[in-house]
């Protein structure tokens, strides 16, 4: 039981202000007049429309709902700032016109409530455009008070764990997640457009598969199993590719039990996106025109500011093979290195730590990929041609069996996505899981599992298929300038508090 029920429970321990807004709530009920009954208001005109559009509405009589977020009284008069989803409007109320009775329950009214008002618009003497309340209604009790308004609510651990406070006291806060939802409305209607079908896929799986990653695990008691919270959508879409639908998108939640830090939340939002008879060059192209008109298309402009960096978003992005961005960044040149000790010992001379890494020339590749140049990537870089061993979907390059054609987006430091020529030959795909498995075996916990389903979808034969995988939640951060996956998360992961 929480603090605030026990309290309401045992009524011990109110402080003072929660005991008086308590009281006042109960001396309504026992009136008769409990807010809480009310059911609906009609609004006729939110606070925007009425500042923006003052000569419209001037002298005209409007209905407006919202919260009182501040309240001055002078003698037979009271003004008060309303704020309701669309900003703040100033109401006028007078004893002389709206009545003794709900002028006196207006004063007693408490920053925090929600009300309704009624009346004509006008400007004040200072000129601020105000609503002349003729009538007003307590609509519901705040029985908590709203933080200092001087100092607002500033911690932001407080802000994360109680994002309705914070929206409340910090309206710029709403605007990550305006641009968010216009964000995800983009990509939809993008994929929409280049005839892409969007579906849904189980997010209870009795396989772990599609990345890699460390899977929550549940039980089912009817089937007795255990089940994997998915940790990619991937899988299943590819079955659908398989099935003819050939162009395929999915934006929905992942899980993966893994650490948190700013660019990490244990779940978060992806697009994966499957294209039937495409490559990962198609997908590159593709990533490059989403991001980009979404940029100019909800910011106006295709330079953005994030992480302390002006990031040009132009069109016409580079596209680097990792070895090449190795040889460029650390001078380690891995095509000419043909064996594996020799690739892991040219990997721990450029300072990358090797320990409890499968010790091959991939891993070695990506590890010093990986350590040392991942964080010099600044503006926009498509990075290409990762090693096998670290891509167990992607299919292998024609020209280097030891490269796959896969891609990520690197902006600011951070991965935003993910892509593939999709592998597509049954077999290979299940050496790889095999491989998966034995990781697994020897205690990797992020390895995947042998998937026979997905393979015997393959042996019904899959197009050659390019695959793309976004993150939704680090292109919002990078399009509001945010520094933290928790400034774009509405409610995101908390650890809990201390009893």
């Not at 001396?27 to 059911?39: C, K, S, W």
């Not at 132009?314 to 093979?321: A, F, I, M, N």
């Amino acid at each position: 039981m929480s603090e605030e029920t026990r309290n309401e429970v045992t009524g011990e321990d109110l402080s003072e202000i929660l005991q008086v807004r308590r009281d006042k709530l109960k001396n309504l009920q026992e009136d008769g007049r409990d807010p809480f009954t009310i059911t609906k208001f009609e609004r006729t005109a939110w606070s925007a429309q009425i500042k923006s559009d003052f000569e419209g509405y001037e002298n005209k009589t409007v209905s407006i709902a919202g919260r009182v977020m501040a309240k001055r009284g002078m003698g037979k008069a009271i003004f008060a700032d309303i704020q309701d989803g669309k900003g703040r409007i100033q109401i006028y109320v007078r004893l002389d016109s709206v009545g003794e009775a709900s002028f006196s329950d207006f004063r007693k009214v408490d920053i925090g409530d929600i009300v309704g008002a009624e009346g004509y618009v006008f400007k004040t003497k200072m000129g601020e455009v105000s609503v002349h309340c003729e009538k007003i209604l307590l609509l519901s009790k705040s029985l908590r008070p709203l933080p200092e308004k001087f100092h607002g609510l500033t911690d932001k651990e407080t802000r994360y764990r109680q994002r309705y406070v914070d929206l409340i006291m910090n309206p710029e806060v709403r605007r990550a997640f305006e641009v968010r939802s216009a964000f995800i409305k983009h990509v939809r209607s993008f994929l929409d457009d280049r005839g892409f079908m969007e579906v849904e896929t189980p997010v209870l799986n009795t396989i772990s598969g599609g990345a890699t990653a460390r899977p929550f695990i549940t039980h089912h008691n009817t089937l007795n199993i255990d089940m994997y919270m998915r940790i990619a959508t991937e899988l299943h879409l590819k079955r659908l590719i398989v099935g003819g639908i050939e162009r395929v998108y999915e934006i929905g939640r992942i899980f993966r039990n893994e650490g948190m830090d700013t660019k990490h939340n244990p779940e978060f939002t992806t697009v994966e996106l499957y294209q039937a008879y495409a490559d990962f060059n198609d997908m590159m192209d593709l990533f490059e025109e989403l991001i980009s008109s979404a940029a100019e298309k909800i910011l106006g402009t295709y330079k953005i500011h994030w992480q302390g960096e002006v990031i040009d978003l132009t069109p016409g992005w580079p596209r680097l093979p990792m070895h090449e961005a190795v040889k460029q960044y650390l001078g380690v040149d891995f095509m000419a290195i043909s064996g594996d000790d020799e690739a892991v010992a040219a990997a721990k001379a450029a300072g990358v730590d090797m320990d409890g890494v499968e010790p091959t020339w991939g891993n070695a590749l990506y590890e010093c990929f990986d350590q040392k140049v991942e964080e010099k990537l600044v503006q926009p870089t498509f990075i290409t041609m990762h090693p096998v061993d670290v891509s167990p979907l992607a299919k292998r390059s024609p020209k280097d069996s030891r490269l796959t054609e896969r891609f990520e987006l690197f902006i600011c430091r951070s991965e935003m996505g993910n892509a593939f020529s999709e592998l597509n030959d049954p077999i290979d795909q299940r050496q790889r899981f095999q491989k998966q498995v034995e990781m697994r075996e020897h205690g990797d916990e992020e390895a995947g599992m042998m998937d026979e389903d997905f393979i015997m979808a393959l042996e019904y034969g899959m197009p050659p298929t390019g695959g793309l995988g976004i993150g939704i939640d680090r292109c919002v951060m990078m399009l509001t300038d945010s520094d933290s996956i928790r400034d774009v998360i509405l409610f995101p992961t908390m650890k809990p508090l201390s009893e």
